[in-house]
């Protein structure tokens, strides 16, 4: 599979989960707060499925 293709759907996908998240948990936070959230939430995502994909790779090959 295209290493691109993977890294673009990898930070799709945690560009959204994580805009999902602040969205609908933390309404009422003030700006600042919900942008420090993004990024935590952001990044951990994006580790989290570098993780996965690094198990997933691992088992297959």
């Known amino acids: 599979m295209n290493y691109a293709l993977v890294a673009s759907v990898i930070l799709f996908v ?5 805009w999902l ?3 609908l948990n ?3 936070k003030s700006k600042q ?3 420090a959230l ?4 952001f990044w951990l ?8 994909l690094a ?3 691992q088992l297959n090959y």
């Open 14 to 18: 945690a560009t959204f989960v994580s």
């Open 21 to 23: 998240l602040i969205k």
């Open 26 to 28: 933390y309404a009422d």
């Open 33 to 35: 707060v919900k942008w």
């Open 38 to 41: 993004f990024v935590l939430f």
């Open 45 to 52: 995502l994006n580790f989290l499925q570098l993780i996965f």
């Open 55 to 57: 198990f997933y790779y």
